[in-house]
T-cell receptor
Framework: EPEVTQTPSHQVTQMGQEVILRCVPI?????FYWYRQILGQKVEFLVS????????KSEIFDDQFSVERPDGSNFTLKIRSTKLEDSAMYFC???????????FGPGTRLLVL | AQTVTQSQPEMSVQEAETVTLSCTYD???????LFWYKQPPSRQMILVIR??????QNATENRFSVNFQKAAKSFSLKISDSQLGDTAMYFC??????????????FGKGTHLIIQP
């Protein structure tokens, strides 16, 4: 069964450094998403992406974040200058169409020191 | 904006028992989806079950079923014959289906379900 994959599974970085989190959505899916889950808290929507542009973003998704689909398979989330509070689990998800079931990847655990 | 409330932070039952997790939501939308996702200790988010608001029939997936009460905006998850592998965080989530709705899922805070041997 096809699934969403994410790399790396864990990432440790120093405050102020840039990180890129990678995702490979399910191949026939058209909508891609990033979510964040700070430890012990609920999952929060960051951004959705369709047709090579942002479809919607939340108030969390400020100028330090960016998303890109650099090739036909990868979908990336870049955090330009990480802060301590960016430490969280980051989930990628994809869906066939907007407003259809979203399937999640296994997540990347980001720790900012 | 939508809100999703899960009022049970933690529940514990014995293996083979039936357990019901509660979820209520608030929305002005009429057409939407509701989901239950499971997050085991590995922290992966796994879809358990989906309900379409326009369908009156409650969704079922093997041992998992929902009680969807649209007027009451309630969406509970029943797990029958619970198994040790059901131990996980369970998140209720909402997504509008209409064209002007948000793309992102709105999640509740989760219920930590522990199945005791």
């Amino acid at each position: 069964e096809p699934e969403v994959t994410q790399t790396p599974s864990h990432q440790v970085t120093q405050m102020g450094q840039e990180v890129i989190l990678r995702c490979v959505p399910i191949s026939n899916h058209l909508y891609f998403y990033w979510y964040r889950q700070i430890l012990g808290q609920k999952v929060e929507f960051l951004v959705s992406f369709y047709n090579n542009e942002i479809s919607e973003k939340s108030e969390i998704f400020d100028d330090q974040f960016s998303v890109e689909r650099p090739d036909g398979s990868n979908f990336t989330l870049k955090i330009r200058s990480t802060k301590l509070e960016d430490s969280a689990m980051y989930f990628c998800a994809s869906s066939v169409e907007r407003s259809e079931t979203q399937y999640f990847g296994p997540g990347t655990r980001l720790l900012v020191l | 904006a939508q809100t999703v409330t899960q009022s049970q932070p933690e529940m514990s039952v014995q293996e083979a028992e039936t357990v019901t997790l509660s979820c209520t939501y608030d929305t002005s939308e009429n057409n939407y989806y509701l989901f239950w996702y499971k997050q085991p200790p590995s922290r992966q988010m796994i879809l358990v079950i989906r309900q379409e608001a326009y369908k009156q029939q409650n969704a079922t997936e093997n041992r998992f079923s929902v009680n969807f009460q649209k007027a009451a905006k309630s969406f509970s998850l029943k797990i029958s014959d619970s198994q040790l592998g059901d131990t996980a965080m369970y998140f209720c989530a909402f997504m509008p289906r209409s064209g002007g709705g948000a793309d992102g899922l709105t999640f509740g805070k989760g219920t930590h379900l522990i199945i005791q041997p």
